[in-house]
Structures are given as C-alpha cells and as structure tokens.
C-alpha cells in the first residue's frame, strides 16, 4: 500500500473524470491520460463542473475546490505509464479497446503494477491472460456517480492473487470506500441485478401497464430508491444498458436477459438519457430532471 504513490488512469469518460476526481479530493496525485490533447480538456472541464456543483451546493469549499484540481494532471503522453506504482483503466466496454490497453501497460509499466479495469461486463480473466502478470490484474467496478456511491465491487479474475485483493482492499477505506469481494462473472452483481430491474421496468412500460413516472415513483417511494430503475437507465446511458444487457444475453444464453425491444428502440433514436439530454425523462446540461412525461409516440 505505500508504495502506490503514483496512480494513472486511462480514459477520460464519465467514470474516469469521477474516478480522478475521488482519488484527488482524498489527496492523491493522479495523472489522466487521455488519446488527445481535445479529449483531455473535455475531461477537465467536466471535472470542474462536477466541483463546481458541489461547490454551489455548500458540498466543498472553494479551497476543497483549488485542491483536488492541483492533484490532477492531464496527458496524451503514454511514457506517464513507466512511472506508475497503479493503473485504472476506464477506457470504453470493448475488449479489443481492453486487450489493447493491458499490452501497452504490459510492455511499460514495472512488473510489480497492479493493473486494474472498470469493466461492468467484461471478462477480467481474458483481459490479464494476454498479460505476464495476471495475478496483478484485477476489477475494479465503480458505480455512477463515483463520488457518491460508497462501495466498489472488486472483481478477482481466475489467477488474480490474495496479495493483489489486499493491496486494493487497504486503499479503498483511504478514500472513503467500502469493497466487496466478487468472483467473477458476467455482470458481477449489482450490473447483473440492475440491469434485470430496468429490463423488466421496460417491458412494463412498453405493455401500457403503468406510466414512465409512475413505475419510477413506485419502486422510490415503495422500495427507498433513489432514482426510479427508468431515471437510473437514463443515468446510466441507454445505450450503455443495452450493450450490457446484450452481452449478459450472450454470456448467459437465458432469454431473461434479452433486451426489452423499447431499450433499442431508444437508442436507435439517439435517445440516450441525460448524456443525450433526452431518455425517458428530459434533462438540463447539468444532468438535472427538466420533465417528468414519456410518451413512446413522441419520441
């Protein structure tokens, strides 16, 4: 656990910012490397907003503010990764993408780095086998929003060693985080029983039985929810819910998992929840519900 002092992420999408954003507020130095100089500045921005949010909202100071941007260091250069003691990768859910990310870590990182994916779906078995270090490759699934949601599903593919389990479990209480231990399996857990609730939220919805609000309102109100599971796949991405709803339908061959025909045509439409600004609710530029009326037709 000492010896992580430098900590690189790779992928500047939603979970990377978030990620960046945790391991900076809790006082680490973390460098995010980027593909391009544009995507890097996107990535910055969009963690500045994130701050700025919770700025405005009494969440942190402006000094909290000023500190945790200090501790974030862009790049598109791929020599950062010889200096890592630990890597994130957060990069899209593609395992080519995937596999191609672990052999340049392979081939410049030091043979003690423990390498870590954010993958919600993917095998972490298939990633580290075309590795020479598989005992040091491990999961790491976040839950969106990574600086709200307390708890990480660390996933131990089939040679992942106790070590490499101990050494994440010692740094997730450091930044404020509670992990569980997951064998692997497609979905891990919380993917694999989210995405059967927002399936069957779906397939409520397309048979007429109640509306877009009300389903949502129900499971809030009845069960302690947050977000409705509608609200949620809007958070989420539809179009992220169907790419992992389709690969447990292939991994498991169970017809449960098989994607409600709404979710494609959603996504088809290019209606992909607040990342869109339109799913089953409409939201502002900064994520918050504007409207609170599906109606299929008008879509």
């Known amino acids: 656990m000492a010896n992580i002092q430098q900590i690189v992420v790779i992928g500047g999408g939603t979970i990377g910012q978030g ?3 945790l391991f900076a507020s ?10 391009t100089d544009e995507l890097s500045k996107h990535s910055y921005h969009q963690i500045e907003m994130s701050l700025d949010k919770k700025l405005s909202k009494w969440g942190i100071t402006p000094a909290e503010k000023k500190s945790t941007l200090s501790r974030i260091h862009m790049t598109t250069d791929t020599q950062v990764l010889t200096l890592a003691d630990f890597v994130i990768e957060s990069a899209t859910e593609d395992l080519e993408i995937k596999k191609e990310i672990f052999l340049l870590c392979e081939q410049m990182c030091g043979p003690e780095v423990v390498l870590a994916s954010t993958t919600s779906t993917l095998s972490i078995t298939e990633v580290a086998a075309i590795t020479n270090r598989p005992n040091r490759i491990i999961g790491l699934h976040f839950v969106h929003p990574v600086t709200s ?3 990480v599903e660390v996933v131990r593919g089939l040679k992942t060693s106790q070590q490499t389990l101990q050494t994440i479990m010692e740094l997730l209480p450091q930044l404020g985080l509670e992990g569980i ?6 979905g891990f857990v919380t993917t694999r029983l989210m995405m059967l609730l927002i399936n069957e939220a779906l397939y ?5 039985v109640s509306s877009a609000e009300d389903i949502d309102r129900a499971m809030r109100i009845c069960y302690q929810f947050k977000v409705g599971p509608l609200e949620m796949a809007d958070r989420f ?4 819910v169907l790419a992992a709803m389709e690969r447990l339908f292939r ?12 979710l494609k045509k959603m996504v088809r439409a290019g209606h992909l929840g607040v990342k869109s600004g339109e799913g089953f609710f409409h939201y502002d530029e900064d994520g ?3 409207s609170s009326t599906f109606e299929e037709g008008q879509q």
Not at 26 to 35: A, N, P, R, V
Not at 251 to 262: H, I, N
């Open 237 to 240: 991405g539809l179009d992220s």
């Open 19 to 21: 990620i960046s954003e």
């Open 181 to 186: 231990e997951v064998y692997e399996s497609p």
């Open 26 to 35: 809790k006082g680490f130095d973390i460098t995010l490397l980027e593909k």
């Open 204 to 208: 409520t919805l397309m048979e007429g």
């Open 288 to 290: 918050d519900r504007i």
């Open 251 to 262: 991994e498991f061959g169970d017809t449960k998992y098989r994607p409600a025909p709404l």
């Open 149 to 151: 949601i307390p708890l």
